[in-house]
């Protein structure tokens, strides 16, 4: 059963500390994007990557946010340093070359205090 | 610059009872139109799309959406709604057809009751 699988899921974290968020797309998927989930903002894409290639990253504070894709199975998205309305969670989404539906993770709530 | 409006928070249905869930879009260009399903601490779980063609769509789960070009709508709908039907829904639209950024609504929170 092919998933997106975000680790970690749960993150409790102090103001300032650096946040690692981890995902493992589904194999051979070649478009990997992360989306930020508040119950302010609703849902919105911070970056996304094309064959490994970031193609945008406009919705990041490019300050504190850093997105890459080391290799093709995992995507990494990166908070130094955090800062508590940064709480929220993180679900990151891949699809694959034929497109046309994009599958979620469980997501990593992020808590910073 | 793309948009999509959910304009109900919460709907409320007897089990039993059709159910439809309510979207409209703003995009310049053809809409590629997207409904995804969140159930509690789960990620989204795509339920059906609108890209070309029949305007009615059929999805997962006896779910359908009508897409409707002139009020630039595109309402989920089901014929008889079930407790398990309870999430929160996202309509989405984008400007292709896919490997592309969705830009999804705030999410109507659908409660089927017993």
């Known amino acids: 059963d092919a998933r997106v699988t975000q680790t970690p899921r749960h993150k409790v974290t102090e103001m300032g500390q650096e946040v690692t968020m981890r995902c493992q797309p589904i194999?051979?998927?070649?478009?990997v994007f992360w989306y930020r989930q508040t119950m302010m903002q609703g849902l919105e894409l911070l970056a996304y990557?094309?064959?490994?290639?970031?193609?945008?990253d406009s919705g990041m504070p490019k300050d504190r946010f850093s997105a890459e894709m080391p290799d093709a199975t995992l995507a990494t998205l990166k908070i130094q340093p955090s800062e508590p309305r940064d709480s929220a969670v993180y679900f990151c989404?891949?699809?694959?070359?034929?497109?046309?539906?994009?599958?979620f993770g469980q997501g990593t709530r992020l808590t910073v205090v | 610059a793309q948009s999509v409006a959910q304009p109900e928070d919460q709907v409320n249905v007897a089990e039993g009872n059709p159910l439809t869930v309510k979207c409209t879009y703003s995009?310049?260009?053809?809409?590629?139109l997207f409904w995804y399903v969140q159930y509690p601490n789960r990620g989204l779980q795509f339920l059906l799309k609108?890209?070309?063609?029949?305007?009615l769509v059929k999805g997962s789960y006896g779910f359908e959406a009508e897409f409707n070009k002139s009020q630039t709508s595109f309402h989920l709908k089901k014929p008889s709604a079930l407790v398990s039907d309870s999430a929160l829904y996202f309509c989405?639209?984008?400007?292709?057809?896919?490997?592309?950024?969705?830009?999804f609504g705030k999410g109507t929170r659908l409660s089927v009751i017993a």
């Open positions: 989404a891949s699809e694959g070359t034929g497109g046309g539906e994009a599958f």
């Open positions: 194999l051979g998927h070649n478009t």
């Open positions: 990557f094309r064959n490994r290639a970031p193609l945008d």
């Open positions: 995009v310049s260009g053809n809409p590629y």
């Open positions: 609108y890209i070309t063609g029949d305007n």
């Open positions: 989405a639209v984008s400007l292709h057809s896919g490997n592309t950024p969705l830009v």
